[in-house]
């Protein structure tokens, strides 16, 4: 363990910067005194690289991606269709992806050094959560956190992915900011319910990527309806979703999906094995594929040879 864990460092929080986050120099500035922001770069071994948010937590986005249960669905979905998959969590104090994909122990290093990332179902996954005991809570600050993302984003194998998706943490912080600046994104996709406190949240992540200069692919709407199995019933538990609707008409960006909320994914999710593996014909499963196809679309993805 000792020979992956980052080394320790002093505890110095970042001084927050209230007025001006994305560190953008200000108009009369002198060009001498302008902060230089760090050059985006590719992620080595990766073709193409989708990031997925949530500015508020609980809204399942890593079902959509890997972290909670959406966006580990959305990865399957794409080694599903063909494409050489990885899935990066980010989130360093929350990771779930060891959970969400059945996987377990440490990675191991190959001859460069690098982390080597622990595979399943098809899709290669990186987490904070392979690199800290089980059940450790993660009480690092500032520089830690930033030095625990460096080597995730750079210091890992992927060894010619055609996409890598990455789970965002909640929130519109450090670890999006650091992405947003340091990492090339061919594109973002920001998840919400319908719930009004959600919605306004999401709207702080679509401005977040926008001011950052990171291409929007659009929304995705989690737990718009659930169906009652026993008599078929439609109920919007979280609203109607007309504030997201109304949020994406007024910032001119597109719902990309509307996910039904369903007590499988969970359950799926729960045991290791999400719905695009578990039941990969069924209708809840469908909403994935349907979105990963889309994606791909947009973003010009291609399988390698």
């Not at 008599?231 to 007024?250: R, W, Y």
């Amino acid at each position: 363990m000792s020979s992956i864990i980052l080394p320790r460092l002093p505890a110095y929080g970042l001084r927050l910067q209230h007025e001006n986050p994305l560190g953008l120099p200000k108009s009369g500035t002198p060009p001498s005194l302008k902060r230089r922001l760090p050059d985006r770069s590719p992620i080595s071994g990766v073709a193409k690289v989708v990031a997925v948010s949530s500015a508020k937590g609980g809204v399942g986005k890593s079902t959509v991606a890997g972290k909670s249960e959406h966006i580990s669905n959305l990865s399957l979905a794409f080694a599903r269709q063909g494409y050489r998959t990885g899935i990066l969590d980010t989130d360093i104090f929350g990771p779930s992806i060891p959970t969400l994909f059945n996987l377990s122990g440490e990675p191991r290093l190959s001859q460069n050094n690098q982390l080597i990332p622990m595979s399943n179902y098809g899709v290669k996954t990186m987490s904070m959560g392979y690199l800290v005991p089980e059940g450790q809570a993660v009480a690092w600050r500032g520089l830690m956190v930033g030095r625990a993302l460096t080597q995730l984003l750079r210091d890992v194998a992927w060894d010619g992915l055609d996409v890598l998706v990455m789970d965002l943490p909640p929130g519109t912080g450090d670890i999006q900011l650091s992405i947003a600046q340091q990492v090339v994104v061919d594109g973002a996709v920001v998840v919400t319910t319908p719930h009004t406190l959600a919605v306004q949240d999401a709207v702080r992540g679509i401005q977040l990527f926008r001011k950052a200069n990171v291409p929007l692919l659009g929304v995705v709407q989690n737990m718009s309806v659930f169906c009652c199995p026993g008599c078929n019933k439609e109920t919007h538990i979280f609203g109607t979703g007309e504030g997201v609707a109304k949020a994406c008409a007024d910032l001119d960006t597109t719902l990309l999906a509307d996910i039904p909320l369903h007590p499988c994914i969970g359950d799926d999710a729960q045991r290791g094995k999400p719905t695009v593996v578990a039941e990969p014909e069924s209708g809840r499963a469908a909403a994935f594929l349907k979105l990963a196809e889309d994606i791909a679309a947009t973003i010009g993805l291609s399988a390698q040879k």
